[in-house]
């Protein structure tokens, strides 16, 4: 946690010179990978921007509370991740936390069963464009949004993502799961959308219309 | 929990089961040193040949969204902006 202000040690004018070193060479070198982190959770270049530099500011300001040798992306991660929720959450329209109830049903209402070939799929995965991945993302709670560009994207173990998102590892662990299997159903709905059929899987979902991908019967109709 | 999530027509699991085997599959992926250091279960994967078509599909979607999402252009005036800022701070 980054302490309050007041209980922080402030930095003198003796140790100015190292932190700003210390702060040059440990903190600036992760402006990348946090700018995406930013953009993602935003989907904004402006609000990313401030976003990055509200994070810096923050850091320097609480540069003392940060333990040398540490992991520091991490620990700017979750400056940001704190930043992002307390000022630019609230004015999104997505809802304060994930409705736990509501993706589980959405999860269980018989829209998830895969049983395509491997390759046909790869074959599917491969043909969606950047656009139709971030729509997709984006379309999922940010809470599963922010642990699947954590884990998939910056490539931060479990543990760092506990530390950064403030939940046990494993939370962190059944969290991807579910994020993954949404993020799933989200594509299987654009890959739909680009005229692969998507036939009904009768021994599971009878006269219904779910998703099924099934093996034999996908054939890409738009060729 | 009927229908609960991915599975595989055919599948010798129940669905519980292959929830619970596929979360551990991405854990797997992931590096998870928990479930890597899980003798037991890295033995069960590699002898079934169900787990190993689910890594491959777990495998597809994380590469996926890593290669699709991964490359972004940063602003050559963020850097700058940030040190401005940074100036101020320190008076």
Not at chain 2, 25 to 49: G, R, S, T, Y
């Amino acid at each position: 946690m980054i302490p309050e202000a007041e209980a922080l040690p402030t930095i003198t004018e003796e140790t100015k010179e190292a932190t700003d070193a210390f702060f040059e060479s440990e903190m600036m070198v992760h402006i990348k990978p946090l700018y995406h982190f930013a953009y993602r959770l935003t989907n904004d270049e402006d609000d990313a921007n401030d976003l990055v530099q509200d994070t810096y500011l923050k850091a320097y300001r609480f540069i003392t509370s940060f333990e040398r040798g540490s992991n520091a992306k991490a620990w700017l991660f979750r400056i940001l991740k704190n930043s992002f929720i307390n000022n630019y959450r609230k004015n999104t329209k997505e809802p304060t936390q994930i409705d736990y109830e509501e993706a589980e049903v959405f999860l269980n209402t018989g829209k998830a069963v895969w049983s395509d070939s491997i390759d046909l799929r790869d074959k599917i995965f491969r043909s969606l464009v950047g656009d139709e991945i971030t729509n997709a993302l984006n379309s999922l709670p940010v809470d599963f949004k922010t642990v699947i560009i954590l884990c998939d994207i910056e490539e931060f173990s479990y543990e760092e993502i506990a530390k950064i998102t403030d939940i046990p590892v494993g939370t962190v662990r059944s969290r991807l799961h579910r994020a993954r299997k949404l993020l799933k159903e989200k594509l299987a709905v654009y890959a739909r959308n680009m005229g692969y059929a998507v036939d009904n899987n009768e021994d599971e979902f009878e006269n219904n219309q779910d998703i099924t991908w099934g093996v034999e019967k996908v054939t890409k109709e738009a060729e | 929990m009927k229908n609960a999530g991915i599975k595989k027509q055919g599948s010798p699991y129940s669905d519980a089961e292959c929830e619970a085997i596929i979360l551990k599959l991405q854990a797997m992926l992931d590096q998870d040193k928990e479930v890597i250091n899980d003798q037991e279960f890295m033995e069960k994967v590699k002898n079934c040949e169900y787990c190993l078509e689910q890594v491959e599909i777990e495998k597809s979607l994380k590469e996926l969204v890593k290669d699709k999402l991964k490359s972004m252009m940063v602003s050559a005036n963020l850097v700058q902006s940030i040190r401005e800022k940074l100036h101020f701070f320190k008076g």
